[in-house]
């Protein structure tokens, strides 16, 4: 599995960006597709993921609300649509994936085998 993320950059606090993992992967909708980061000096953290298309999406309380999680099977790609973002925000986002990762276990970046090579989101305040 190789996952191949792109969309980082600089912004302006307030702002938006979207990212995009793309999995070279058969049978992408068994996969759990989740979005970590990690900001300078700290530990990875979760940021949100999606199970299937029809699941509901898991996020951090510290993203609720500004960003999405989507994921398009048919493209073999999964997003992050981050709105009002804040300089806090601002770390290296990672895509990883999994075939099995329970509910409870989901936000663990132990529970992911697959990770891509991440992009780096600048907030400017």
């Known amino acids: 599995v190789q996952l191949q993320v792109s969309g980082g950059g600089l912004v302006q606090a307030g702002g938006s960006l979207r990212l995009s993992c793309t999995a070279s992967v058969v049978s992408f909708g068994m996969y759990v597709m989740t979005w970590f980061r990690q900001a300078p000096g700290k530990e990875r953290e979760f940021v949100a993921a999606l199970k299937r298309s029809d699941s509901r999406p898991f996020y951090a309380d510290s993203v609720k609300g500004r960003f999405t999680i989507s994921r398009d099977n048919a493209k073999n790609m999964v997003y992050l649509q981050m709105n009002d973002l804040k300089p806090e925000d601002t770390a290296v986002y990672y895509c990883?994936?999994?075939?099995?990762?329970?509910?409870?276990?989901?936000?663990?970046?132990?529970?992911?085998?697959?990770w891509g090579q991440g992009t780096l989101v600048t907030v400017s305040s």
């Open positions: 990883a994936a999994d075939r099995q990762v329970i509910n409870s276990a989901i936000s663990r970046p132990g529970s992911y085998d697959y």
